[in-house]
């Protein structure tokens, strides 16, 4: 049995690490509203972008000559991948269930024998990926040093990906995020954006007659490319709500943890402070029997 | 009253600029500048480098967009834009910054035509600001 110093320092100790986790939960709390209240706020631009598109692309004539970011290379041999994961750790299984969710459809891919290519955004998805995937990426991005999720960074990754389907590097892009839906539930995602995947053109009522100008298919080849933007902007800004939310999760039942433990163990330090008082008590009773 | 629509400006980041009371908007469209009044017919075109003014009974504010979309539809008029300013905030220093940046960008050799054209123009507008 461990000896009263030794628990007490243990104690201490456990204690002291309540208290940073304690911290940290307050402080993911503050950031994971202005996460999502910066989620919601920028929801208005990606509906409407995606509503302009749909509009375009059921308006397109010549279904052949249509952009190829929206009818594809006409084939599908080369995947991209983005994950987007957090630059700090300490988030639960924030991290891993991304990774998780990725690694399976890297595992269909290449039993269908594609090639696979990887882009990691986020140090700890590149972490997690490089032991096993080294030779599949391409390109790792982080952006630690930006305070705040902007549109300039995703704008980076946007352009990355456009330059790279360009020189026809790849066939079909698909990007891997958490969506937030509550703190305690974060759902791993995995969205196509190359080709883009139209609804099944369900919203016929809303085919209504517009003007163009200049041509629609002038307009979509300069719109695509901006949507490729503000969909990983979109699917940065569920990240970093769901970062933190996955975060606060964890952090309160760290320190709940952390509470229970504390309790065992003052338990156990007064129950051994006591034994060690009733053996001085019988040595000395023996020993004053024994006169 | 009846020669008023809505108009409502979106970034990425929120939803920059709303207004119901509007009475015309004249746009940086990509073929030239376009006035857009009550009942225009429905229209989707795309913006150059420019001022958008919008005009309403009691005032007339301008902003200085660098890119964006458009949408009208049953009088609501959208714009999608990545980044705007009001005129009225951008000061000397500001405009010479995005002017040498520009101007950095342009003098890059193995440019298109279209983007060219767009830098040029972004630097024309922001000189006659100035």
């Not at chain 1, 000559?65 to 299984?93: F, M």
């Not at chain 1, 990906?161 to 305690?184: A, G, P």
């Not at chain 1, 759902?187 to 041509?215: A, G, R, V």
Request: charge should be negative; hydrophobic fraction near 35%; glycine fraction near 4%.
């Amino acid at each position: 049995m461990a000896s009263l110093d030794d628990l007490k320092k243990r104690i201490s100790s456990v204690k002291s690490t309540q208290k940073i986790t304690k911290a940290m939960k307050m402080v993911a709390a503050a950031k994971l509203r202005r996460a999502q209240e910066n989620a919601e706020r920028g929801r208005p631009y990606s509906e409407k972008m995606n509503n302009i598109i749909l509009n375009l692309s059921s308006s397109v004539s010549d279904k052949e000559n249509a952009p190829k970011l929206l009818q594809g290379t006409g084939q599908e041999k080369t995947h991209l991948c983005v994950v987007l994961t957090s630059d700090r750790g300490l988030c639960g299984g924030f991290n891993s269930n991304i990774i998780k969710k990725a690694k399976l459809f890297f595992q269909k891919i290449s039993n269908e024998n594609k090639s696979l290519k990887i882009i990691t955004v986020g140090s700890k998805g590149y972490d997690q990926l490089k032991r096993q995937y080294k030779n599949n990426i391409i390109e790792k991005l982080s952006f630690k040093d930006s305070k705040n999720i902007n549109y300039f960074d995703a704008n980076k990754v946007g352009k990355i990906i456009i330059e790279k389907f360009e020189k026809e590097e790849f066939d079909v892009c698909t990007i891997f995020y958490n969506q937030f839906k509550n703190v305690i539930t974060q759902i791993p995602q995995e969205q196509q954006i190359i080709p883009l995947k139209t609804e099944n053109e369900k919203d016929q009522t809303n085919n209504e007659s517009y003007e163009f100008e200049p041509e629609e298919d002038e307009i979509l080849s300069n719109l695509l490319p901006k949507n490729i933007s503000t969909q990983i902007f979109k699917a940065m800004l569920e990240n970093s709500a769901s970062e933190q939310g996955s975060r606060m999760s964890a952090m309160d039942n760290a320190t709940r943890n952390a509470g229970e433990m504390v309790d065992k163990l003052t338990i156990e330090y007064n129950r051994s402070r006591q034994a060690a008082i009733t053996k001085e008590l019988i040595e000395i009773i023996s020993g004053a029997e024994s006169l | 009253m009846s020669e008023e629509f809505k108009v409502e400006i979106v970034n990425p980041e929120k939803s920059f600029f709303s207004k119901e009371d509007v009475t015309e908007v004249v746009v940086p469209a990509f073929e030239g500048e376009m006035g857009i009044l009550k009942d225009h017919i429905p229209i989707i075109s795309f913006l150059k480098p420019g001022i958008i003014k919008v005009l309403s009974q009691s005032e007339e504010e301008s902003y200085f967009i660098e890119d964006g979309i458009l949408e009208f539809k049953e009088n609501n008029l959208s714009i999608l834009t990545s980044s705007i300013i009001k005129v009225s905030d951008l000061s000397k220093e500001k405009i010479d910054k995005i002017i040498s940046d520009s101007e950095k960008e342009s003098s890059i050799e193995d440019l298109d035509d279209q983007k060219k054209f767009l830098i040029d123009q972004k630097i024309d507008i922001l000189r006659s600001l100035n």
